[in-house]
């Protein structure tokens, strides 16, 4: 079974940069789609990118032209470079299969975004 473990989170200021990373304990080649997900206090998780394991990405329009998602699948981790962030891109971010799988969702790594 994959466990993921997500990391890279931190405090950054508004129009600041950050690496996520997402590194699974075997192998995501055999998952065809990964996402990463992130969820804000009161507020519902929500998949913010997703790319297959081809390499062909799709975005969420709140997130589309300052994320990006990647994936090494020889090197079991999955990447979220995030540029140009917001106050509202506050919350724990997590990463997860797509459609998401219950079994594959860890402890997440927050995010804050403030001045």
């Known amino acids: 079974q994959v466990q993921l473990v997500e990391s890279g989170g931190g405090l950054v200021q508004p129009g600041g940069s950050l690496r996520l990373s997402c590194a699974a304990s075997?192998?995501?080649?055999?998952?065809?789609?990964m996402g990463w997900y992130r969820q804000a206090p009161g507020k519902q998780r929500e998949l913010l990118a997703r790319i297959t394991r081809g390499g062909s990405t799709n975005y969420a329009d709140s997130v589309k032209g300052r994320f990006t998602i990647s994936r090494d699948n020889a090197k079991n981790t999955l990447y979220l470079q995030m540029t140009s962030l917001k106050p509202e891109d506050t919350a724990v971010y997590y990463c997860?299969?797509?459609?998401?799988?219950?079994?594959?969702w860890g402890q997440g790594t927050q995010v804050t975004v403030s001045s």
């Open positions: 997860n299969s797509y459609p998401s799988t219950g079994d594959y």
């Open positions: 075997g192998s995501i080649y055999s998952i065809y789609a």
